[in-house]
């Protein structure tokens, strides 16, 4: 489990699949953007991060999931019709809408001590979204599963999820502090920033698919 040819190949993957993707999820990231937008000049500014996180358990699970099925499929050499993936993505909306939630409050549990715990919790997590969606796991056995599963690989995998994590995390936070006057401009970057947040998802995916064909290790 090379980090430098896991990050490589999910590149690959990715660019090679970029319109396919964009028309699967970017109308949704697109959505979601305006909601931000709106909710965010309504509410008042210590509110605004709980608003975002909630705004985002509405659409997250719905793109994010029919990516997932879409990477599967394309590893079994599918083509799905989008609307097929997001028929299936909305049938899974409740658990994975409730797992994302519990994923997202661990690791903000996690961080809120320090923050090491939170990216270790990020981690140790961070397969629970694809043992639910391509195995129909509950939320609860996924994450234990996640656990269980990355044992043994952490190190690897946390150089593959902070080489993406970082510089997304810096070009979000960059987004949150320059605001940009005119709406459109802070849309569009929006939807950009959550569009690349995809690339994460992908370089997850190719980590799963490793461990799933690795033994165990303690």
């Not at 931000?36 to 996180?53: F, M, N, T």
């Not at 079994?76 to 019709?81: C, D, F, I, L, R």
């Amino acid at each position: 489990m090379n980090p430098l040819h896991v990050l490589r190949d999910a590149w690959f993957f990715f660019s090679h699949n970029l319109p396919a993707i964009a028309r699967l999820c970017l109308p949704l990231i697109v959505l979601e953007a305006v909601l931000q937008q709106h909710v965010g000049a309504a509410v008042a500014p210590e509110s605004k991060a709980l608003y975002r996180i909630l705004v985002g358990l509405l659409f997250y699970p719905l793109y994010t999931g029919a990516l997932i099925l879409f990477l599967d499929a394309r590893s079994n050499g599918q083509s799905p019709a989008a609307r097929d993936l997001l028929a299936v993505s909305l049938r899974l909306w409740p658990t994975f809408a409730l797992l994302a939630g519990l994923n997202t409050l661990a690791i903000l549990l996690g961080a809120s001590l320090f923050v090491l715990p939170g990216v270790w919790l990020m981690v140790k997590l961070a397969f629970a979204e694809y043992l639910l969606v391509l195995r129909g796991l509950s939320p609860l056995k996924a994450l234990h599963e996640s656990f269980e599963m990355t044992s043994g690989y952490f190190w690897p995998m946390l150089l593959c999820v902070l080489g993406v994590a970082l510089p997304l995390w810096m070009l979000d936070g960059w987004l949150q502090q320059s605001r940009p006057d005119d709406d459109l401009t802070g849309l569009a970057l929006s939807s950009l920033n959550g569009f690349l947040q995809l690339f994460s998802t992908v370089v997850v995916f190719r980590l799963f698919m490793l461990r799933s064909a690795l033994p165990a290790r303690e």
